[in-house]
Protein backbone atom coordinates (compact mmCIF):
# COMPACT_ATOMS: atom_id res chain seq x y z
CA UNK A 1 0.00 0.00 0.00
CA UNK A 2 1.20 3.32 -1.02
CA UNK A 3 2.10 5.52 1.73
CA UNK A 4 3.19 9.04 1.44
CA UNK A 5 4.51 11.26 4.85
CA UNK A 6 5.70 15.09 4.06
CA UNK A 7 7.81 16.88 6.86
CA UNK A 8 9.90 19.66 6.66
CA UNK A 9 7.64 23.11 6.62
CA UNK A 10 7.56 25.66 9.14
CA UNK A 11 7.19 29.19 9.53
CA UNK A 12 9.65 31.19 7.51
CA UNK A 13 10.15 35.29 6.79
CA UNK A 14 9.37 36.43 3.69
CA UNK A 15 12.32 35.87 1.19
CA UNK A 16 13.74 32.68 2.97
CA UNK A 17 13.43 29.19 1.67
CA UNK A 18 11.97 25.79 2.28
CA UNK A 19 12.37 22.50 1.18
CA UNK A 20 9.39 20.05 1.89
CA UNK A 21 9.93 16.50 1.83
CA UNK A 22 7.66 13.69 0.68
CA UNK A 23 8.79 10.37 1.96
CA UNK A 24 7.23 7.41 0.22
CA UNK A 25 7.07 3.78 0.83
CA UNK A 26 4.84 0.71 -0.87
CA UNK A 27 5.95 1.86 -4.77
CA UNK A 28 5.96 -0.87 -6.50
CA UNK A 29 8.58 -1.41 -9.32
CA UNK A 30 6.37 0.43 -11.77
CA UNK A 31 6.81 4.25 -12.60
CA UNK A 32 5.05 6.46 -10.56
CA UNK A 33 4.30 10.02 -10.51
CA UNK A 34 4.36 12.13 -7.26
CA UNK A 35 3.35 15.65 -7.30
CA UNK A 36 3.13 18.51 -5.21
CA UNK A 37 -0.07 20.96 -3.92
CA UNK A 38 -0.40 23.45 -2.12
CA UNK A 39 -3.91 24.59 -0.15
CA UNK A 40 -3.88 28.19 1.35
CA UNK A 41 -7.00 29.24 3.61
CA UNK A 42 -9.95 29.04 2.06
CA UNK A 43 -8.87 28.08 -1.18
CA UNK A 44 -8.77 25.05 -3.27
CA UNK A 45 -5.98 22.62 -3.77
CA UNK A 46 -3.61 23.94 -5.71
CA UNK A 47 -1.32 21.62 -8.14
CA UNK A 48 2.64 22.88 -8.40
CA UNK A 49 4.71 20.24 -9.53
CA UNK A 50 4.72 16.77 -10.63
CA UNK A 51 8.19 14.42 -11.09
CA UNK A 52 8.41 10.64 -12.45
CA UNK A 53 10.51 8.74 -10.12
CA UNK A 54 12.19 6.41 -12.51
CA UNK A 55 13.47 8.99 -14.72
CA UNK A 56 12.79 12.33 -12.54
CA UNK A 57 11.21 14.11 -15.53
CA UNK A 58 9.29 17.29 -13.98
CA UNK A 59 6.56 19.06 -15.06
CA UNK A 60 5.82 22.65 -14.04
CA UNK A 61 2.11 23.97 -13.95
CA UNK A 62 1.89 26.71 -15.72
CA UNK A 63 1.73 30.11 -13.94
CA UNK A 64 -1.50 31.79 -13.48
CA UNK A 65 0.05 34.92 -12.03
CA UNK A 66 2.84 36.67 -12.14
CA UNK A 67 3.84 37.11 -8.27
CA UNK A 68 3.04 32.81 -8.35
CA UNK A 69 4.95 30.27 -6.72
CA UNK A 70 5.29 28.27 -9.82
CA UNK A 71 8.64 30.20 -10.37
CA UNK A 72 10.35 30.19 -7.37
CA UNK A 73 10.65 26.29 -7.03
CA UNK A 74 12.39 22.92 -8.06
CA UNK A 75 11.00 19.25 -7.68
CA UNK A 76 13.31 16.93 -6.98
CA UNK A 77 13.71 13.48 -6.33
CA UNK A 78 15.70 10.97 -4.09
CA UNK A 79 15.23 7.10 -5.28
CA UNK A 80 17.94 6.18 -2.64
CA UNK A 81 15.72 7.17 0.14
CA UNK A 82 12.37 7.23 -2.03
CA UNK A 83 11.75 11.13 -1.43
CA UNK A 84 10.75 14.24 -3.44
CA UNK A 85 11.34 17.33 -2.66
CA UNK A 86 10.17 20.78 -3.12
CA UNK A 87 12.83 23.13 -3.32
CA UNK A 88 11.10 27.13 -2.42
CA UNK A 89 12.81 30.40 -2.43
CA UNK A 90 11.56 33.72 -2.21
CA UNK A 91 8.86 32.82 -0.03
CA UNK A 92 6.11 35.46 0.56
CA UNK A 93 3.15 35.57 3.09
CA UNK A 94 1.04 34.23 0.09
CA UNK A 95 2.72 30.94 0.00
CA UNK A 96 1.16 30.29 3.37
CA UNK A 97 -1.15 27.11 3.40
CA UNK A 98 -0.76 23.37 3.71
CA UNK A 99 1.62 21.69 1.33
CA UNK A 100 0.76 18.31 0.35
CA UNK A 101 1.88 15.66 -1.88
CA UNK A 102 0.43 12.81 -3.80
CA UNK A 103 1.01 9.56 -5.82
CA UNK A 104 -0.12 8.12 -9.15
CA UNK A 105 0.87 5.20 -11.57
CA UNK A 106 2.60 6.55 -14.66
CA UNK A 107 1.57 10.01 -15.80
CA UNK A 108 2.26 13.37 -14.76
CA UNK A 109 -0.80 15.53 -13.80
CA UNK A 110 -0.90 18.80 -11.54
CA UNK A 111 -4.51 18.17 -11.04
CA UNK A 112 -5.90 16.74 -7.90
CA UNK A 113 -8.30 14.47 -9.37
CA UNK A 114 -5.55 12.31 -11.03
CA UNK A 115 -4.36 11.22 -7.86
CA UNK A 116 -5.82 8.43 -5.38
CA UNK A 117 -2.62 8.57 -3.05
CA UNK A 118 -2.37 11.45 -0.67
CA UNK A 119 0.15 12.55 2.17
CA UNK A 120 -1.61 14.32 5.54
CA UNK A 121 0.14 17.46 4.35
CA UNK A 122 2.84 19.72 6.06
CA UNK A 123 1.92 23.63 7.50
CA UNK A 124 4.32 26.36 5.81
CA UNK A 125 3.67 29.68 6.86
CA UNK A 126 5.75 32.60 5.71
CA UNK A 127 4.97 35.86 8.38
CA UNK A 128 7.46 38.32 9.75
Known amino acids: QVQLVESGGGLVQPGGSLRPSCSAS????????IAWFRQAPGKEREGLAC?????????????KHADSVQGRLTISRDNTNNTVYLQMNDLRPEDTGVYYC????????????????WGRGTQVTVSS
Open 102 to 117: AAELKLCSVKPGWYDH
Open 26 to 33: GLSANTYA
Open 51 to 63: ILTTDGTSYYAES
